[in-house]
């Protein structure tokens, strides 16, 4: 239980209530940046709110502390060509923090009962997990090539492949945890005709790749997502 309250505390703070010009103004400013130190006091707060515990002070502490490191560093050290890769040693490095952090507690204390239990509060959390932390990160994959160059004659509505992307991956996921596979399989051929357009009109291999990939990546990880949902609350 506490393991999720970090976990869904990190989900917010990171992907919810970080806006998109906060973190420009971070990779400009660095630690000049007051939307960093503004950051790290949202962590603390989301933190403290999800655990609910004075005695779990320090706990909060250290999380706020080597967020504010393990971000700093980032910052200092980011460059365009490092960018991607300094994005996901970052999240791994929070996620270690949050891991060792409740490795240290879990035996030394009573948790905490919500309204909620436990499997609605996995639940929730792997719903937001699915919605924008994976838009970033599917976002993040791609920096390694020109997206906007392959896609720049081809008009659409604004971040409508985000919020399709989604779309599909929380419906991947209900589907898997009610256990209709089919409705997946359904979906995927639905979206294959729909892009078929777009596929049998581009005139370059890498848009068609780019689609390819990003449907892939986009279904693997809701699939993973509602597999580890189920393999959990069993």
């Known amino acids: 239980m506490i393991l999720i309250k970090l976990l869904l505390a990190h989900l917010i703070g990171d992907f919810y209530l970080q806006p998109t010009k906060w973190v420009k103004e971070n990779e400009k400013k660095k630690l000049k940046s007051p ?3 503004f950051h790290i006091l949202i962590h603390v707060a989301a933190t403290t709110i999800m655990l ?3 005695s779990l002070w320090y706990i909060i502490l250290i999380i706020g502390v080597s967020h504010f490191i393990i971000d700093a560093l980032k910052l200092s050290l980011q460059k365009k060509k490092t960018k991607r890769k300094l994005f996901f040693i970052d999240q ?3 996620i270690l923090i949050i891991f060792g952090c409740y490795l240290f507690i879990s035996n030394d204390i009573s948790e905490f009962q919500f309204n909620i239990n436990e499997n609605q509060l996995l639940l929730i959390t792997c719903l937001l997990f699915l ?3 994976v838009s970033i990160i ?3 994959i791609f920096l390694k090539w020109n ?3 392959l896609t720049k004659n ?3 509505l604004q971040d409508a492949g985000k919020y399709i992307g989604i779309l599909e991956r929380v419906l991947v996921f209900i589907f898997i945890v009610s256990e209709h596979w089919e409705a997946v399989g359904f979906l995927i051929t639905a979206k294959s005709v729909f892009r078929f357009g777009d596929l049998k009109e581009s005139k370059t291999r890498q848009l068609t790749e780019y689609i390819l990939i990003g449907t892939l990546i986009s279904f693997g ?3 993973v997502t509602g597999i580890i949902y189920t393999v959990l609350i069993s």
Do not use: G, Q, R
């Open 35 to 37: 939307k960093l130190y």
């Open 52 to 54: 609910w515990d004075i």
């Open 92 to 94: 791994l490095l929070h």
């Open 131 to 133: 919605t924008i932390p």
């Open 138 to 140: 599917m976002k993040t």
């Open 147 to 149: 997206i906007s160059e």
């Open 154 to 156: 081809n008009e659409s």
């Open 221 to 223: 990880i809701a699939i």
